[in-house]
Each structure stands twice: as structure tokens, then as C-alpha cells.
């Protein structure tokens, strides 16, 4: 079966590095993806990576990918306040990958 | 336009009344989703339909009625809800490929804002 999961809170101060974590399950898991949900708001997609890939790097977000040990991994350079929110790795399974499973999110606090 | 639209925002019914949740996108996506989010909690898959066909129903309550009248638009069906049912109601929508081997496309789902249930 499918499971991702996640560490539940972090807390950084302001200019600082963030990292979140995720394992998953799912060898078959094609592309995996990190979304942002700030309060009372919907998700966001920040990035995703192909499982071919080991690394993508997209301004202020790194994500990094062990296929070998389904670790992945969201850094945010330079956090800011703004960045504070919850962060929810998810990985897209079956044929067509319309099936997406969330992990339970990070609570992301930054700190002043 | 990556947009996917919800209204209404917020909704407040009683277990008796009968009302209706919508979304439409106009990327040209032919899947669309209904999520369900309870707080702190990551969203739970309700509903896919894949050109405007129900093509996965997570075994959900049939006091839940999806509907994908066209390719753009996606509508639930709340009838006799439970207080229980109150959370976060969010569409998505994405292309639909088979997942490829080479290419770096993404199969990647968009969200809307939500809707807020509350059932009183």
C-alpha cells in the first residue's frame, strides 16, 4: 500500500535554511511533489520532481530525491515569515498518476 | 490561466437541506478531484473523473453526489449531511498522461481555494 510521511513541526529563525522531509512507499511513485497551504487557504504546488532526477533546484527551494531509500526532501534558502505555513510532500500512483497521496504535512514555523 | 475556481467559499447548511459545491478550471484538464480536508489533516481523496467519467470513488457516503457536466466543470451534491461532514471541501484538476518514462511533463494537479462546509 501507499504511505508518505512526514515530520509534523519545524521551526527556524528568519534567514535561516529550512528543511523538510518525506519517505514514501510507493517504488512506483513517478513523480513526487511538494505543496504549500498557508491558513485558511488552499494548496499551493511549489515543485515537483521526476523520479529520474536526483535533485531540482528552483530559485529559494532545493528538492532532493533518494529513490533508493524514498527519501525526499524540500530546503528553502533564506527562509522568510512569509514562508510559514504547512508542507505537504505527496506522491502521484497508479497508470495515469491520478491517484495522489498526501503526506500529513509539516507545520513550517519561521521565527523572527 | 492555471486557475482552478471554487465557489461558494464558505457554506453553512442544515442536516436537511440540499446544496451544491462547484469548480470549474479552464486549462483544458480532462481529470478533475474532489478532496476532503479536515484541520491539520492532509487532504483525503473523494472522487477523480477522467474525461467526464467517474473513474475512482474512494467509497464515500452517498450523501455525496459528484457531477462533471462538462470538461471545465465539477459540482458536489451535499444532501443530509452530518455535522461530521463540516471540513474543507477542494477541487482539483490535471492533465491526464500516462506517466512517462523520459519526459519531465508532471502530472501535476492544481488546487483550488476550498470551500468551507460547516453543517449545523
Known amino acids: 500500500g501507499e504511505d508518505v510521511e512526514q515530520s509534523l513541526f519545524l521551526s527556524v529563525r528568519e534567514g535561516d535554511s529550512s528543511v523538510i522531509n518525506c519517505t514514501y512507499t510507493d517504488s512506483s511513485s513517478t513523480y513526487l511533489y511538494w505543496y504549500k497551504q498557508e491558513p485558511g487557504a488552499g494548496l499551493q504546488l511549489l515543485t515537483y520532481i521526476f523520479s529520474n532526477m536526483d535533485m531540482k533546484q528552483d530559485q529559494r527551494l532545493t528538492v532532493l530525491l533518494n529513490k533508493k531509500d524514498k527519501h525526499l526532501s524540500l530546503r528553502i534558502a533564506d527562509t522568510q515569515t512569509g514562508d510559514s505555513a504547512i508542507y505537504f510532500c505527496a506522491e502521484s500512483i497508479g497508470n495515469y498518476g491520478q491517484n495522489f497521496v498526501f503526506g500529513p504535512g509539516t507545520r513550517l514555523s519561521v521565527l523572527p | 490561466d492555471t486557475e482552478v475556481t471554487q465557489t461558494p467559499k464558505h457554506l453553512v447548511m442544515g442536516m436537511t437541506n440540499k446544496k451544491s459545491l462547484k469548480c470549474e478550471q479552464h486549462?483544458?484538464?480532462?481529470?478533475m478531484y474532489w478532496y476532503k480536508q479536515k484541520a491539520k489533516k492532509p487532504p483525503e481523496l473523494m472522487f477523480v473523473y477522467s474525461y467526464e467519467k467517474l473513474s475512482i470513488n474512494e467509497s464515500v457516503p452517498s450523501r455525496f453526489s459528484p457531477e462533471c457536466p462538462n470538461s471545465s466543470l465539477l459540482n458536489l451534491h451535499l444532501h443530509a449531511l452530518q455535522p461530521e461532514d463540516s471540513a474543507l471541501y477542494l477541487c482539483?484538476?490535471?492533465?491526464?498522461?500516462?506517466?512517462?518514462?523520459?519526459?519531465?511533463?508532471?502530472?501535476?494537479?492544481?488546487f483550488g481555494e476550498g470551500s468551507w462546509l460547516t453543517v449545523v
Open positions: 482539483a484538476s490535471s492533465q491526464v498522461t500516462k506517466l512517462s518514462g523520459t519526459v519531465d511533463s508532471g502530472n501535476t494537479i492544481y
Open positions: 486549462m483544458g484538464h480532462r481529470a
